[in-house]
Each structure stands twice: as structure tokens, then as C-alpha cells.
């Protein structure tokens, strides 16, 4: 996938389907990708399920839209949003879109706005079906976004030299063969003819087969500290001309 940073972003928030605990962590996320022009929720206001939303609106510059449900057991708020999210792309004001929901009944919006040329990332819940996910260019799971509690003593103790304030990322998928194969299939796609892949270019094409990998979800930082941790790979960094900049290959053992 081309980067995504810089992008103006409309973020279309599906109140009913993803918890509202986390928003500030939520857009500190969508800013490394670009700028939210559009910010709006859609829900039925009236009912008491997401009365908690109601105070992060105003903290957050978000546009509630309501949308009354008509009928018992529907989300009324799918079409509402699949309605804007059209007049938007039609406007020609955004270049990507961020689908905030763990419904997968968005997967036609996502693969429609990327036939339109849209980029288009996805944020939700780790039940989140995988047709939404794969429509997505990037899918971001909500549980990866949670702030750090504040260490105990005896973790203060056990970690001294972690940063105060530092965000732990808590694991959500373990480290599998599977993973292993997905970086190995991905480096030999894109190696040059002695094996050596850009790491850069290695998370663009994990990323073109797994729209949700995220070295967070295995409890890393970065992608370099995950691939290092499995002792398969080899590392060769080398002077990009621009100062202090390195650019960091690896290589199958």
C-alpha cells in the first residue's frame, strides 16, 4: 500500500458498534494518517445505550447526527451513514475515508470508496468480521489503542527503566507460525537478488495481505523489535545520505 499520511480523512463514527472509553486515543491515531476534515457519530440519541457518548462529542469536535430507529432490531444508523459517506466522496473534499465500527454490514461502503480511489482504514473491535477487514487498506483494532494504567510499585520495581508515561501495548493475538509465514512469503516477494527486502516496503506488503497487522497486536512497538524477536531474520542497516537516517533491510536466515 502507497503511505497514508497527509490525507485529508473524513471519520464517520458508528456509535452503536464500538465503545466510546477510548476516542482521544481513537483520533491520536487517525492524526499520524492525516487530518480529519469530517467528524461525525450517527446514532439513535434518544436511547440510553449511548448516552455515553454524549459528553465526548463537545471534547472532540464531533458532529452528532441522529437518525431515529424505525423499526426494533435494526441499527438505523448504517444507511444514514452510508448516505453521507457518498455525498462526501462526491464532493471531492477528502482523499480517504476512516470507517469507525465493528459491523461488518460496511464492507460494500469500504470496497465502494476504494473503487472510487479512496483510501479507506478501518477502526474497530477485535470481533470485527474479517469481509470488513479485508476492505479496508488498513484495519486498526480499538484494543490496541487503551492507555496504560499506572504501574504498581512492584511493576515499577520489575521495569525501573521504563518512561513514565510510556504506553504498554497488551497483546491481542499470539505469535504463530502463521505470522512467521506471512513475513517470510512477504520478503521473498519483494527481495532483490540477494534476499534483502526494505523494511519499509515489507509493512506495505503485509499490509496489501493483512489489512489488520500491527505489530501492537503481538505487543510491539514497531514492526523492526517484533521481527527481531523471533530469531528468523537477519538485519543489514545502511547510510540513506541524510544525516543520522539509516535504512534498515532484512534478510530469511
Same mark, same amino acid.
Given at each position: 500500500?502507497?503511505?497514508? *499520511?497527509?490525507?485529508?480523512?473524513?471519520?464517520?463514527?458508528?456509535?452503536?458498534?464500538?465503545? +466510546?472509553?477510548?476516542?482521544?486515543?481513537?483520533?491520536?491515531?487517525?492524526?499520524?494518517?492525516?487530518?480529519?476534515?469530517?467528524?461525525?457519530?450517527?446514532?439513535?440519541? /434518544?436511547?440510553? /445505550?449511548?448516552?455515553?457518548?454524549?459528553?465526548?462529542?463537545?471534547?472532540?469536535?464531533?458532529?452528532?447526527?441522529?437518525?431515529?430507529? !424505525?423499526?426494533?432490531?435494526?441499527?438505523?444508523?448504517?444507511?444514514?451513514?452510508?448516505?453521507?459517506?457518498?455525498?462526501?466522496? +462526491?464532493?471531492?473534499?477528502?482523499?480517504?475515508?476512516?470507517?469507525?465500527?465493528?459491523? #461488518?454490514?460496511?464492507?460494500?461502503?469500504?470496497?465502494?470508496?476504494?473503487?472510487?480511489?479512496?483510501?479507506?482504514?478501518?477502526?474497530?473491535? %477485535?470481533?470485527?468480521?474479517?469481509?470488513?477487514?479485508?476492505?479496508?487498506? %488498513?484495519?486498526? !483494532?480499538?484494543?490496541?489503542?487503551?492507555?496504560?494504567?499506572?504501574?504498581?510499585?512492584?511493576?515499577?520495581?520489575?521495569?525501573?527503566?521504563?518512561?513514565?508515561?510510556?504506553?504498554? /501495548?497488551?497483546?491481542?493475538? %499470539?505469535?504463530?507460525?502463521?505470522?512467521?509465514?506471512?513475513?517470510?512469503?512477504?520478503?521473498?516477494?519483494?527481495?532483490?537478488? *540477494?534476499?534483502?527486502?526494505?523494511?519499509?516496503?515489507?509493512? #506495505?506488503?503485509?499490509?496489501? %495481505?493483512?489489512?489488520?497487522?500491527?505489530?501492537?497486536?503481538?505487543?510491539?512497538?514497531?514492526?523492526?523489535?517484533?521481527?527481531?524477536?523471533?530469531?528468523?531474520?537477519?538485519?543489514?542497516?545502511?547510510?540513506?545520505?541524510?544525516?543520522?537516517?539509516?535504512?534498515?533491510?532484512?534478510?530469511?536466515?
Amino acid at each position: 500500500m502507497d503511505p497514508i *499520511n497527509d490525507l485529508r480523512l473524513a471519520v464517520l463514527i458508528d456509535a452503536d458498534n464500538v465503545p +466510546y472509553a477510548n476516542v482521544k486515543q481513537m483520533f491520536e491515531e487517525i492524526a499520524k494518517y492525516g487530518t480529519p476534515t469530517f467528524k461525525r457519530i450517527y446514532a439513535d440519541w /434518544t436511547k440510553p /445505550t449511548v448516552s455515553g457518548w454524549k459528553n465526548v462529542l463537545l471534547q472532540n469536535a464531533i458532529t452528532p447526527v441522529q437518525q431515529y430507529s !424505525y423499526s426494533t432490531g435494526k441499527n438505523s444508523s448504517d444507511s444514514a451513514m452510508i448516505i453521507d459517506a457518498m455525498d462526501i466522496l +462526491y464532493s471531492g473534499k477528502v482523499d480517504g475515508f476512516c470507517i469507525v465500527s465493528s459491523d #461488518s454490514d460496511f464492507t460494500r461502503l469500504a470496497i465502494r470508496l476504494r473503487e472510487a480511489g479512496m483510501k479507506v482504514i478501518g477502526i474497530g473491535e %477485535k470481533k470485527t468480521l474479517i469481509p470488513f477487514i479485508t476492505a479496508c487498506d %488498513k484495519f486498526i !483494532y480499538i484494543e490496541i489503542l487503551k492507555e496504560e494504567e499506572p504501574a504498581t510499585e512492584e511493576e515499577k520495581k520489575i521495569r525501573p527503566s521504563k518512561k513514565q508515561g510510556a504506553k504498554k /501495548t497488551n497483546p491481542i493475538n %499470539k505469535i504463530d507460525q502463521e505470522l512467521v509465514k506471512l513475513l517470510k512469503d512477504s520478503i521473498a516477494d519483494i527481495a532483490d537478488e *540477494n534476499g534483502w527486502a526494505h523494511l519499509g516496503n515489507l509493512g #506495505s506488503q503485509i499490509l496489501k %495481505k493483512k489489512p489488520d497487522f500491527d505489530s501492537r497486536n503481538y505487543g510491539f512497538p514497531k514492526m523492526l523489535p517484533l521481527i527481531k524477536s523471533l530469531n528468523k531474520f537477519v538485519f543489514d542497516e545502511r547510510e540513506s545520505g541524510r544525516g543520522n537516517i539509516k535504512h534498515v533491510y532484512v534478510k530469511i536466515k
